[in-house]
């Protein structure tokens, strides 16, 4: 019998499509193994980043295969001055060993560069063919705004955050903004880094209890959760090709009404408000502007 087949999403408003499980690689510590056959089980969406460690191994998956996978990658906020971009930016390639990036996003916003500049240099490497779509991590709401508003020609198509059963923060406000504008949500840590952090906000079984109910493994129960929202996708992180393959099942198929009810109510989760978000934003941009984040 052959691989289950994946379920797909559309990124953004761009016609591609994305698998809805894609593979994570920080602090990943697999080789090419784990990458190749979630590849073939069709995660063809490997995320990584300049400050991982990991564009490398990433770059040695892809021999033979580069033109099936769907590369994204990310620039640290200390890059994000216009020279410092587009620098970064071939550096990633040539440790990827590729000659473009499919999705380039910022990590963090660094409000110690005016984002204009900043999605100037985007642009400008959308414009050279060294990147095909701009995406953002960790922007709130206001973030991502202001970033959309300074783009002149290409689109902001994506917003990689956390997003899992424990940490529901961009419910609500996040969420629907990207709904409703198209933007693809690229949900981090979907296992809240370790399917143990979610048991222990699981006072009742209720994640063994609907995997039961589902047939279905506790991390497939989980990573379903995350992808039942429009426009969620998620990239588990895993060095072990059986928890990979694991993974991958996590697509295609329903939990059902029922199910999401349960593990909504069931579940003790963290959602921070909006004056928790706007004190680490501030706490964030203080630290950047004195250069102590970078
Ligand atoms: P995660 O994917 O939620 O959890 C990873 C942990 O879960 C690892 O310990 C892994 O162990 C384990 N695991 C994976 N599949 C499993 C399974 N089927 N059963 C049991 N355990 C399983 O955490 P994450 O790595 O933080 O997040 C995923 C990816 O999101 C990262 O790799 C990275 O690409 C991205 N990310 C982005 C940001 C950002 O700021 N943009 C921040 C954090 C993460 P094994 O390796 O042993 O399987």
Not at 235 to 242: A, E, H
Request: charged share 25%; aromatic share 6%.
């Amino acid at each position: 019998m052959g691989p289950e087949p994946m379920e797909y999403k559309e990124l953004g408003a761009t016609g591609v499509r994305l698998p809805v499980i894609g593979l994570g690689t920080w602090q990943y510590k697999g080789g090419v193994g784990p990458l190749r056959e979630g590849i073939a089980l069709g995660a063809c969406l490997i995320d990584t980043a300049e400050s991982y460690g990991t564009e490398e191994i990433v770059g040695k998956s892809l021999r033979g295969i580069r033109d099936q996978v769907f590369v994204a990658t990310k620039i640290s906020p200390r890059h994000f001055k216009h020279s410092d971009v587009i620098s970064a930016a071939d550096r990633s390639l040539q440790r990827l060993q590729i000659d473009h990036i499919d999705l380039y996003q910022l990590h963090w916003p660094n409000c110690a560069v005016p984002i204009d500049e900043t999605m100037g240099a985007m642009e400008d490497l959308v414009d050279r063919g060294k990147v095909r779509f701009i995406g953002v991590s960790n922007f709130s709401l206001v973030e991502l705004k202001q970033a959309r508003a300074v783009l002149r020609k290409h689109s902001i198509v994506s917003n990689q955050v956390r997003y899992s059963l424990i940490d529901r923060s961009i419910e609500v406000r996040l969420l629907t903004y990207c709904r409703q504008n198209n933007i693809t949500v690229i949900a981090y840590s979907p296992l809240a880094r370790g399917i143990q952090n979610i048991k222990g906000r699981d006072p009742h079984g209720i994640l063994s209890k609907v995997a039961a109910m589902t047939g279905k493994t506790q991390s497939q129960v989980a990573l379903n959760w995350c992808i039942s929202k429009s426009p969620v996708i998620a990239i588990p992180k895993s060095n072990s090709i059986g928890h990979v393959v694991e993974n991958c099942k996590a697509s295609n198929w329903r939990l059902s009404a029922g199910e999401l009810r349960l593990l909504d109510e069931g579940i003790r989760f963290k959602r921070r408000g909006r004056a928790e978000a706007a004190l680490r934003r501030a706490a964030r941009c203080v630290g950047q502007k004195l250069g102590y984040i970078q």
